[in-house]
């Protein structure tokens, strides 16, 4: 059998096999399934730029200060929702 051969039928086998994780993801809660896409996107990120970690702390950081000195208000996730729906 040739290595052609040999890649087309692994690439078969997967496609199968793929088709049927998806069918699977399908019959998970969309909280499951979001669980899923995180974990598939944090799998491709193999390299992250110098200074993000720190600069999404310091976000983080600034953000609960304006919360705990009350210089902003909190809003629920159901507030933001209802907002961008219109």
Do not use: F
């Amino acid at each position: 059998m040739l290595n052609s051969e040999i890649g087309l039928e692994r690439c078969a086998l997967m496609a199968t096999k793929l088709k049927q994780v998806i069918e699977n993801i399908k019959k998970l809660s969309a909280d499951e399934r979001a669980l899923v896409a995180h974990c598939l996107i944090s799998s491709l990120e193999t390299h992250q730029e110098e200074g993000v970690e720190e600069a999404w702390a310091d976000l983080a950081e600034k953000r609960y200060a304006e919360l705990v000195s009350g210089d902003v208000e909190p809003v629920s996730w159901e507030e933001v929702k209802k907002e961008v729906k219109g």
